[in-house]
C-alpha cells in the first residue's frame, strides 16, 4: 500500500464519516465493510436485508462487528422521507409518487438518497453496477456541486518517487467541450488539494506548447483554459502544454520559459478519454505506479464508483476517498 492510500485512510478514520456500501450481496463488500468497521475508517452503513447480509457474511467467514448498520430499503422508516426528496429533486421530470418508490428499490437509488438526505456522508457502488448507473442515480439523487456542470473522474498516480499526480479525466466524458474540460480542470484541482494537501498547479495539455503548433484542437484547450481562469482566478493553471513541458523543469525552461506552471505541474488535465485513459495505463504499467480511482468528481456530495473488476482493498480506498471529498 502506497504512502498516499496510507495517508487517505488515516485522515478518513480522524473524520468519523458514514459511509454507504450499497451491493451488499456482492462479498467484497461485505469483506471491505467488515475492515472499514474494525479499523475504524469510516461508520459502515450496508442497504439490503439484514438477514440475508449476515447470512452471506458467515458463509464466507467474514464477521460484520456492532459498527456495521444495516438499513433496509423494503422495511426502512425513513422510506418516506427519501420518497419526498427524490420527487421534489425530480419535478422537472414529474415522475409519480409510486415511479420515486419502485426508484428506491434500487439499492444505488436508495444509498444515494440517504447521502442527499444528509443520513450518510458518502457512497461507494460500482462493484456490480456499471459507471454509467451509478452516476444516473448520483445524478437524479444528488445533482451536480454548485458552480459545476461536469461529471467527471480523476486518478491520483503515485509515482515510485513518492510523488503524486491527478491524472484527469480519465474515466467518464470521453469528448469534453470547452465548458466541460474548464469543469474537469477546477474539480480535479480541488481533488487534489483534499486528497494530497498538496496546493494544485494545473498543466492544460495539448500536442502544443504555447502555440508551437497551430490547430482547431490547439485553440479548444486555450479556451478551456480561458473559461477555467475566468471559473477559479485563484487556481495556478497554465497551458496549452506538452507533457514534457509541464513535468520536466529543462524542458518546460526552453519551451515556456514565462510559465509558472510548466515543470512544476502535478494535476494534469488531458484534452479527451483517449488520452487520459491511455496515459494513466502506460503510467502505471511502464513507470510502475500505484493508481487510485476512478474517483468521481462534480457531485453534490460523495459517491464512489468502483471497477467491477475490483478488489475489497479498492473498496475500503474508495470509501476512504468518499469520507474526505465532501470536506472543504
Not at 438477514?51 to 418516506?80: C, H, M, Q, T, Y
Not at 513507470?287 to 474517483?295: E, K, R
Not at 471497477?307 to 471529498?325: E, H, T, Y
Request: glycine residues 8%.
Amino acid at each position: 500500500m502506497n504512502q498516499v492510500i496510507q495517508d487517505i485512510r488515516a485522515r478518513a478514520a480522524a473524520q468519523s464519516k458514514r459511509i454507504v456500501l450499497a451491493e451488499t450481496d456482492d462479498v467484497r463488500v461485505l469483506k471491505a465493510a467488515s475492515f472499514l468497521a474494525k479499523e475504524q475508517i469510516c461508520e459502515v452503513v450496508l442497504t439490503g436485508d439484514e438477514e440475508a447480509i449476515f447470512k452471506l457474511a458467515d458463509e464466507n467467514g467474514i464477521k460484520l462487528s456492532s459498527g456495521v448498520r444495516v438499513i433496509s430499503p423494503l422495511k426502512s422508516d425513513v422510506k418516506e422521507e427519501l420518497t419526498a426528496h427524490l420527487l421534489e429533486h425530480l419535478k422537472h421530470k414529474n415522475i409519480s409518487r409510486s415511479e420515486a418508490k419502485e426508484m428506491l428499490k434500487n439499492p444505488l437509488y436508495f444509498a444515494a438518497g440517504l447521502v442527499a438526505t444528509g443520513r450518510a456522508d458518502g457512497c461507494v457502488a460500482g462493484s456490480i453496477a456499471t459507471t454509467g448507473e451509478v452516476i444516473r442515480a448520483a445524478i437524479h439523487s444528488l445533482g451536480l456541486r454548485s458552480g459545476n456542470n461536469t461529471v467527471s473522474s480523476t486518478f491520483l498516480m503515485a509515482l515510485k518517487d513518492g510523488k503524486v499526480l491527478t491524472y484527469a479525466d480519465c474515466g467518464v466524458v470521453p469528448y469534453p467541450d470547452a465548458h466541460q474540460l474548464a469543469d474537469i480542470a477546477v474539480e480535479s484541482a480541488r481533488t487534489h488539494q483534499l486528497l494530497t494537501e498538496e496546493d494544485p498547479v494545473i498543466a492544460m495539455l495539448s500536442f502544443s506548447t504555447k502555440g508551437s503548433a497551430s490547430h482547431e484542437r490547439v485553440e479548444f484547450v486555450k479556451e478551456a483554459l480561458e473559461l477555467a481562469q475566468q471559473k477559479a482566478p485563484e487556481l495556478s493553471i497554465d497551458g496549452e502544454l506538452q507533457f514534457d513541458a509541464a513535468f520536466v523543469p529543462k524542458v518546460a525552461g526552453r519551451k515556456a520559459p514565462g510559465s509558472k506552471v510548466a515543470g512544476k505541474a502535478n494535476v494534469f488535465i488531458f484534452p479527451n478519454l483517449d488520452a487520459g485513459n491511455i496515459a494513466y495505463k502506460i503510467t502505471e504499467r511502464l513507470a510502475g505506479a500505484s493508481a487510485t480511482g476512478p474517483i468521481l468528481q462534480g457531485l453534490a456530495k460523495p459517491i464512489m464508483d468502483l471497477s467491477r473488476g475490483c478488489n475489497w482493498q479498492d473498496i475500503i480506498n474508495a470509501a476512504a476517498v468518499a469520507a474526505l471529498m465532501g470536506e472543504e
